[in-house]
């Protein structure tokens, strides 16, 4: 398909050896539902292995890559097998997610597609031929209303943002196939390894309950307040990005994109703002309970259950509370 626009939404998938990421069946299940308000299919361009289209029954057509130089994430060769998909297809909104593909790419595409970017986004909605995106800004503490004008588009969803269960419809999908452009055999770049994460004491991702905190802990003596609070529970402590970095934490016990994603049946953050990088990782947990002596936060957003006491005050009554 070339020529004018069509109302197609593509979403770029993402997989880890040989398994499709849950962000992937986000972005489609919101896809078929742009696709069939503004006219259109939902697509999903694959790079790498072709026989992972199975995994995607969601979608109406499949535009397969395969080259052994997209096996594995790369930033030079998935532009370049994205710019060929774009031209064969042409798409009304590419949707990517806010990892690392997105992050690398969103950019770099809407320069040379030449395309309007809508970056962190967490809701989009379609109507009358216009698409709406709801994008997270200020570190998630503003929600800013943008439309995507023109005949196309390329929106980077945050990671938890839309439902997972539409995008893993049952279905067996067209599969087109397109031929690797001739640069992905002379790539400058390479990939070296991929360092998996070093086990750590406890898995947080199978947690039924976590206590996780944030930045508002102020220093690494503290932890000790919010851990005695996890030890009369008896589960693991968990912690948004600033604790680890400052290296109070280790990188087993982060919660976000750049840590991990977690789903316990409740999730209980003590000074936690609550930025985009963080709610990515668990926004998905049946129950979320925040304390945040900031009423703005936008940790409030998300959760189910939210108090402004200073969880200098509210953990060490907690404890007792639950000790007794």
């Known amino acids: 398909m070339t020529g004018a626009m069509s109302g197609n939404v593509l979403v770029l998938a993402e997989h880890e050896g040989k398994q499709i990421s849950e962000g992937t069946y986000e972005l489609l299940g919101a896809a078929r539902g742009l696709a069939a308000a503004l006219g259109g299919t939902a697509e999903v361009a694959l790079f790498g292995p072709r026989e992972l289209a199975a995994q995607l029954g ?31 297809r042409s798409p009304r909104l590419v949707l990517m997610s806010t990892a690392t593909p997105g992050l ?3 950019a770099a595409m809407a ?36 439309e995507l004008t023109g005949e196309k588009a390329i929106a980077t969803v945050i990671g938890g943002a839309l439902p997972v269960a539409a995008g893993q419809a049952a279905g067996t999908p067209e599969v087109v196939d397109i031929a690797p452009p001739a640069g992905l055999d002379q790539l400058r770049m390479s990939l070296l390894e991929v360092t998996e994460p070093q086990a750590g004491d406890v898995d947080i991702t199978t947690a039924d309950l976590l206590v996780s905190v ?14 005695e609070l996890g030890d009369v529970l008896g589960v693991p402590l968990s912690a948004s990005r600033p604790v680890v970095d400052a290296g109070w934490l280790p ?57 402004t006491v200073d969880l200098f005050d509210l953990v060490p009554a907690l404890t007792e509370k639950l000790s007794q």
Not at 66 to 73: I, M, N, R, S, T
Not at 120 to 128: I, Q, R, S
Not at 254 to 262: D, F, P, T
């Open 58 to 88: 969601g979608a109406d057509t499949v535009v397969s890559v395969d080259h052994p130089a997209l096996a594995e994430y790369l930033p030079e060769a998935y532009e370049q097998a994205l710019l060929a998909v774009l031209a064969a």
């Open 111 to 146: 320069v040379h597609w030449q395309a309007p970017l809508a970056a962190y986004v967490t809701k989009l909605e379609a109507a009358d031929g216009a698409i709406v995106a709801t994008a997270a800004i200020l570190g998630g503490k503003v929600l800013a209303e943008l």
């Open 104 to 106: 690398d790419l969103g």
């Open 251 to 307: 990188k087993t016990r982060q919660v976000g994109k750049s840590g991990l994603k977690v789903k316990p049946k409740a999730y209980l953050a003590f000074g936690i703002s609550g930025a985009p990088e963080h709610l990515e990782g668990m926004r998905g947990a049946d129950l979320i309970i925040a304390c945040n002596t900031d009423p703005g936060a936008p940790i409030f957003d998300v959760a189910h259950y939210g108090t």
């Open 214 to 227: 944030g930045r508002g802990i102020e220093s690494q003596d503290n932890l000790e307040l919010v851990a």
